[in-house]
């Protein structure tokens, strides 16, 4: 009940294209959604987050899409450029716990073909 | 500049020795939690901290320790007892309330 399942394990997208990455949480308690972006030998750094109210946050280039009843969420790249070439996590979490922690996904290493 | 901070950046460890890693932040955040990750695995949770002088395990605790005598530091040690230490490891930080995580640069440890 406490995991997050993320697919692919790996991406590989042309200069341009749009980038998808999914993934798939159990536990209906969980109220906060982040990805996080990670470049080599660094710590990841958030890049956007949804809450459950919401079926869509848009920040730029970069979207999550939401579906509750799914119990799934996404992150769509437009216009991948070779700069987003990372490993992006998602994470869920279950806001005003005091017991909270988050629950990362496995990650996926994007490349982005010039 | 208010962040988290890791030391060292690299290091590294022989057979049976127990070394210590540093994690300040000042954030002035509650929460604090120690992840290790390794090619392929993502990241998993050592232990967490919600508040001084308290700390949970987390899914892979063994053969790893800590202590949290203040809101602004959590060094972890990884101890003989851990058969498989080389690995990236980060810090992160989090308001209690507020589960946004913030992230250090990382400790590689390389057993040698």
């Known amino acids: 009940q406490q995991q997050v399942k993320q697919s692919p394990q790996s991406l590989i997208v042309q200069k341009g294209g749009i980038s998808i990455i999914n993934c798939a949480y159990e536990?209906?308690?969980?109220?906060?959604f982040p990805w996080y972006q990670q470049f080599p030998g660094k710590g990841p750094a958030l890049l956007i987050a949804?809450?459950?109210?919401?079926s869509e946050k848009k920040e730029g280039r970069f979207t999550i899409s939401f579906n509750k009843s799914a119990k799934q969420f996404s992150l769509h790249i437009m216009d991948s450029q070779p700069g987003d070439s990372a490993t992006y996590f998602c994470?869920?979490?279950?806001?005003?716990?005091?017991?909270?922690?988050?629950?990362f996904g496995s990650g996926t290493r994007l490349s982005i073909r010039p | 500049d208010g962040g988290i901070t890791q030391s060292p950046k690299y290091l590294f460890r022989k057979e049976g020795q127990n070394v210590t890693l540093s994690c300040e932040q000042n954030?002035?955040?509650?929460?604090m939690y120690w992840y290790r990750q390794d090619p392929g695995q993502g990241l998993r949770l050592i232990y967490y901290?919600?508040?001084?002088?308290?700390?949970q395990k987390g899914d892979i605790a063994e053969g790893y320790s800590v202590s949290r005598e203040k809101k602004e530091s959590f060094p972890l040690t990884v101890t003989s007892a851990q058969k498989n230490p080389t690995a990236f490891y980060l810090c992160?930080?989090?308001?209690?309330?507020?589960?946004?995580?913030?992230f250090g640069q990382g400790t590689r440890l390389t057993v040698v």
């Open positions: 992160a930080s989090s308001m209690r309330r507020d589960t946004e995580a913030f």
């Open positions: 949804i809450r459950p109210d919401v």
């Open positions: 901290s919600q508040i001084v002088n308290d700390f």
């Open positions: 536990n209906t308690a969980f109220d906060y």
């Open positions: 994470a869920a979490s279950k806001r005003y716990s005091s017991a909270s922690k988050i629950i």
């Open positions: 954030l002035n955040h509650d929460a």
